[in-house]
């Protein structure tokens, strides 16, 4: 278990306890979540270390190991994925000005994304914790992935395009990841990591019922201040942000559920909507956001 006593962002002592949120996805147990007062960054507080958190994953209904169709979540899940897929790799092009190099995605699941950039002519390299995703991958698209744990040891000044899809909240070496990839990333490399905003209206809706704090699984819950704020340590560069536009309705439909114990798919498409609007006037209020980053 880790026991924070500063804020692993800024280092402040003054961080203390926000509410407690509930594992609905795996054990049901109780996590606390704690907030940093000066630069606003989110975690879950007494969490399991790297060696503990396993158990915690073993679940038929964390959709991002499997590839079950089953459920209206799930469904939608999917048919929004295959048009996601498509926007990711026209981003991830556009902001790295190249139709095709080296692209490194770190925790690629059962490989989708990886296999649309490959389709289109980019040389890929997966990573993926799983055992079973990894099978996916293989079975699915022919693309062998590598443990989490080589990434120490791949190439540097080597990644056109290094991307995280909903992972860096997953991380439990954050100093060490951030380091590595900026040393990855060749000189116009650009670094894509996708994660849950805490300060979305979503997030502030259904509090902590908000599908996306998923603890003990999430270890931090970033706000656009914060990141920016752990990216400069690091030295690196935000060049601009993205909203996901659909994560506001999948992460509210998610959250009626935890609510109501069965979904209300009118309420949560409200709610959805409503983060949307207020992302169209402020892009740091989306209920996820892509922030695109260079060294
Ligand atoms: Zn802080």
């Known amino acids: 278990m880790i026991n924070y006593s500063s804020c692993p962002v800024c280092n402040s002592k003054k961080i203390s306890g926000v509410f407690s949120a509930i594992d ?5 147990s109780n996590f606390s979540i704690w907030e940093c007062e000066i630069c606003s960054f989110r975690f879950t507080q007494d969490v399991p270390s790297q060696h503990e958190i396993g ?4 679940s038929d209904a964390y959709i991002s190991h499997t590839d079950t169709k089953e459920g209206l979540v799930n469904r939608l899940y999917h048919s929004v994925r295959n048009f996601t897929l498509k926007s990711k790799r026209k981003l991830v092009e556009i902001q790295t000005r ?7 995605d770190v925790g690629c699941g059962t490989g989708a994304f990886l296999n649309e950039m490959k389709s289109s002519g980019w040389t890929i390299t997966g990573l993926e914790p799983d055992e079973q995703a990894s099978k996916n991958a293989h079975e699915l698209y022919n693309i062998t992935t590598k443990n989490p744990d080589q990434l120490f040891h791949l190439p540097k000044n080597n990644f056109d395009a290094i991307t995280m899809w909903h992972v860096l909240e ?6 060490e990841y951030l ?8 000189d116009n490399g650009v670094l894509f990591i996708a994660v849950p905003n805490y300060t979305s209206y ?31 340590t690091f030295g690196l560069k935000l060049k601009t942000i993205k909203p996901m536009w659909f994560d506001s309705f999948y992460v509210s439909m998610l959250s009626e559920h935890i609510k109501n114990n069965r979904g209300n798919i009118v309420k949560a498409f409200l709610i959805g909507f409503i983060s949307n609007m207020k992302t169209v006037f ?9 922030y695109v980053i260079s060294r």
């Open 202 to 232: 979503d997030a502030s809706h259904y509090k902590q019922c908000w599908a996306a704090y998923d603890v003990p699984r999430h270890l931090y819950h970033f706000s656009p201040k914060s990141m920016e704020l752990l990216l400069s």
């Open 98 to 104: 190249k139709s095709s190099g080296n692209v490194l």
């Open 24 to 28: 609905y996805t795996v054990s049901k």
């Open 55 to 58: 158990p915690y994953y073993q």
């Open 170 to 175: 997953h991380v439990h070496q954050l100093p």
């Open 179 to 186: 380091e590595t990839l900026k040393a990855l990333l060749t």
């Open 282 to 290: 402020n892009k740091k209020r989306c209920s996820s956001v892509i």
